[in-house]
């Protein structure tokens, strides 16, 4: 049994939980938040999550998880078969996660926790935003996945973090550079039918706004 930590509030979380899904493993979830205690740096390094622990091993970082993942579960590919296929898929979750999803995080912090958000900040993190999905859409397939034929990881990290900017970019810049993008647009209308990124996006929705009802009545 797996046990996967952690709060769909985090696009790495549910990057986990949709490779999880798609690997058919069987896997329970254990809400956690990031900490220094003893007790969560033993399974989590750094404090971080999402975690797992696997029949008594942990691991965090989901990159690492992911190709556990990949290792133990081989025959429910979520990678390319040949080697440039590989490196493509995970070059282009790199692409996702470091020039998308990272210079989106003081928007997040803005929309999920009410920190300050200066004018400056916000406009230097669109301009990032969109040179990161610039940089994507240089290296993306679209045949119908993003890295090809093959739903892969770049699919996934797509399927988590994507979104996730999307409405960020709504609420903080009044403009979206996700939905600007006809074709990453009409990408995400086919993640959408995918059951593991369906019943993701569903439960993220779902602590979302429980996480925020909570703020507002405390």
Known sequence: ??????????PYYNKVKIA???????????PAAPAQTPEVLALSPMGKIPYVDI???????????LEWLEDAYPTAAL??????????????????????LTPAKPLFDHV????????????????AIESGIAAVMRRARLT???????????????????????????RTLQRDPVQA???????LKALAQRSSVARTWQERDVAVAAFQDARQGG
């Open 112 to 127: 999920l926790f009410g920190s300050a958000l200066g004018e400056a900040e916000r406009e230097r993190a669109g301009g």
């Open 181 to 187: 993008v006809p074709e990453l647009a009409a990408y």
């Open 144 to 170: 119908p996945w993003l890295s090809g034929a093959e739903f892969s990881h770049a699919d996934i990290s797509a399927a988590a973090l994507l979104p996730s900017v999307s409405l960020a970019c709504r």
């Open 55 to 65: 029949n008594g091993h942990a691991l965090a970082e989901s990159g690492a998880i």
């Open 20 to 30: 999880l899904i798609e690997k058919g493993v069987n896997f329970r979830e254990q």
């Open 79 to 100: 990678l390319p078969p040949t080697p440039n296929g590989r490196a493509h898929a995970r070059e282009l979750a790199l692409l996702l996660e470091h020039y998308v």
């Open 1 to 10: 049994m797996i046990t996967l930590y952690g709060v769909a509030l985090s």
